[in-house]
């Protein structure tokens, strides 16, 4: 009688556990589909269930916090949230600051124009207007190669039908005030839709998932190879080796696939 009661008790307990367990603030830009973005008021995107997916896994509850993405850095460096799922790339000037999880998934830069423009990837010079998310390594990119006088761009990181070096001379440059710094990529898409920019620099399975949803198209693809990682506080061991085990456990199991080939394929 007993044994059965305890057996109750303990079936009754396994979800109250789960329900009241711990609970990490997942830090993320919803604004970067397919990695996320807001579907039917929900969060959702590939992030969002690669660290749901975790979650169940290890056993720990999500909540998602949507801020720009120049300040999850900050907001993880000062405990307002647990994690970054945001389709970070591993940097090294990011990981003096912060913690990555081994890599999950691998990218490029794209440049994104209208649909109906003529523009190829010499958009990138002269006088024309460029977008970039504040932050981002696409913003990065564009710093540093493009308006910087002594501007060196290796001719093998954009490839298209021509060499971009045979395009570069002083003269050409990106002047500083063409390029716009937006808080999101909806923004930045929305302006450059409305022809108020040219081009838009940014990862590229999210420039692919642009092309479906707007009237846009790549012209270029710029050779950045960049690898996503989730983040957390410098130091927070504990947190890093359940996301790595949970990551890993992902990737044996077939579900890291199954979520690739749901959103970006
Ligand atoms: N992968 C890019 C970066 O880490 C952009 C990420 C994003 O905009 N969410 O800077």
Known sequence: MFK???MFFIVLLIPILFAFGVTYKVGTEASFPPFEYVENGQYVGFDIDLIR??????????EVIDISFDSLIPSLTTGNIDIIAAGM?????RQKVVDFTIPYYSG???ILVRKDSDFDITVLFGNH?????????GDLWVTEHLSDKNIKIKSYWVFHLFKVTEHLSDKNIIPKKNITRYDTFNFAVRDLVNKNIDAIVLDNPVAERFTKTDPVKIVGIIKTEESYGMAVKKGN?????LLNSGIQELQKNGKLDELIEKYFK
Do not use: A, C, M, P
Not at 53 to 60: A, R
Not at 89 to 93: A, L, N
């Open 4 to 6: 059965r009661y305890f």
């Open 108 to 110: 490029d830069q794209s």
């Open 237 to 241: 061991k504990e947190l890093l080796n």
């Open 53 to 62: 997916e975790i979650g169940k896994l290890k056993g720990f509850n999500v």
């Open 129 to 137: 207007k460029i977008g970039v998310q504040t932050g981002t390594t």
């Open 89 to 93: 790339t591993i940097t090294e000037d």
